[in-house]
Structure formats: structure tokens, C-alpha cells
């Protein structure tokens, strides 16, 4: 793993970058979603691929379901960049690769990335060290939300106009926040200006969960937990629409990991098909 001055992200958001790269590197073509930036900035060691968690069999559900929703999210980031909005905001970035694999479609954007300032540090370290490097229209903004970071606050000072419309997204962060952080959250981003939209993933109360799948996710609360980042919250449907409500959005919608199966692996030869366990929440101002 690449460790820049003892930084690195957090085992999670490696996690993702390394599923998405398998997808390309094992799974028959067509693929749902092709990254391996993720893995170049990594950079983890020769035998990654050997990691329990990577295991091609037992977790294609999980890499299924990373690459269905980092589908969707950039689908709808190129649908609302065709109708105008400007402005592109990813909370809990981590090693997310937009600005890298689709710059015809970034370099039109005025794009933030927020993360922890170490993340934020040892990212825009090797993405200089990869000859990457960080454009104009790329602010990494960081931080702390553990300490109790603005991040709206950062984000205007980064330049974002919060008078113009924006696309806000929010992946594979919000169970790990408490009730009451992904409440604020969703209140601040109900304050964007009209014409914006917010996307965010949550995971879901077991009630909800295929029951062939529960065990499996019920298996990576201690893994998370023993990396400092245990679930803290899940959500059933109409709860979380209802916080999109009571947030103040004009309008929500709850997207299902299963369309999206539906959506980009219906058909597969291989056999690929995502867990269930994540939905979204795609909200407008």
C-alpha cells in the first residue's frame, strides 16, 4: 500500500478502489464499470488480489454492487451536466477517480472533492507522484467531520457558489455516520439552490435485505468495526424518505440495488449480479 510521509485512506475506501479494479481485471466484458485508477493510486502490495476480502467468489456480490452504484452515480452526473449544472460535489471522496477516467465530462465542472485532510494530503501526493496532478477546475477540500468540520463552510471557501446549482454525492459513507449526522447532512443539502440534486446511499435495516444475503453483510461488521470504522446506522425506505422530507427537498426518491441489477447486469453470461444490502436516495432542491 502506498503510504505517503505514514497517510493513507481508510481501509474502506481501498477497499472500493480494489473491487472496482477486479471487475475489470477478472469479470467477462461487457464491464458495468471500468477504474483502475483507484488501483494505480493505491499502489497496495503484489498480493492484493489474495486478500480475504477480494476473494473472487465470495464477494462478487459486493464488487457487483460497488460497480452498479459507481455506474449510476456517473450516469447521473453526465445527466445533470447535459442540462446545465456546473457544479460537482463528492462528500467522503476517498478514492473516487471521476476527475481522472472522465475529464470530458469533469473539465466542464467546477469539481469538489471532500475528505479528511489526510486523505485530501496523501491524495493530491500521488496523483503528483503519478504525473496526474490536480487541474484547475479539481478542489480537494479537507475535512475533519469527526472533530465537527463545516464542510459547507469549506466548500464556499473553496470556491463553490452556493447560488447555482450543483450535483451533491454521497457513497458508501453514511452508515458509518450516526442518525443524527446523516440528518444534518441531508438538512444542509436541501439548502442548495433550485435545480440541484443529492444522491446518497444508505445501507438498509436487515427487514430489507435479501435473506440470502443478511449473513454476508452481517459478516463485515466485525471487519469494519476492527478497522476503526463500524456501521453506525441503517435505514429502512420509507424512513429514509421520510428524512428527505423532513430535510426540506422537493422532491425524493428511493432507487433500489435491484434496479440497478436490472439496470447493467441483466443478461450477464458470468452470472455477476450485485447483494443486496445498499440503496439510494436521490433527492432535488
Known sequence: MSDVQGQVPDSTAVRVALWRAMHVQIDAPPH???????????????????????DPGDTSGFRAAIVGRARFIEDLVAEESGRGVGQYVVLGAGLDTFAQRRPDIAARLRMFEIDHPDTQEWKRRRLVELGLGVPDWLR????????GGDWWAR?????????EPAIVVCTGVSMYLTKDANAAT????????????????????????????????????????????????AY???????????????????????????????????????STGEDLLVATT
Request: proline content about 10%; glycine content about 8%; aromatic content about 10%.
Open 186 to 233: 441531508l438538512r444542509r443539502a436541501a439548502g442548495l439552490a433550485p435545480g440541484s440534486t443529492f444522491a446518497m446511499t444508505f445501507l438498509l435495516t436487515p427487514a430489507f435485505i435479501a435473506p440470502a444475503d443478511r449473513s454476508a453483510v452481517e459478516a463485515f461488521r466485525p471487519l469494519t468495526r476492527a478497522e476503526g470504522t463500524p456501521f453506525r446506522s
Open 32 to 54: 458495468v464499470f471500468r477504474d483502475e485508477v483507484g488501483l494505480r493510486l493505491a499502489a497496495p502490495d503484489a498480493g492484493w488480489r489474495q486478500r480475504p476480502d477480494m
Open 236 to 274: 429502512s425506505p420509507p424512513e429514509m424518505l421520510a428524512l428527505a422530507d423532513e430535510a426540506g427537498f422537493a422532491d425524493a426518491r428511493h432507487v433500489p440495488g435491484t434496479a440497478l441489477a436490472e439496470r447493467y447486469f441483466s443478461g450477464r453470461s458470468d452470472g455477476l449480479y450485485p
Open 155 to 163: 466548500l464556499a471557501e473553496a470556491g463553490f457558489d452556493p447560488g
Open 140 to 147: 480537494l477540500v479537507p475535512v475533519d467531520f469527526e472533530a
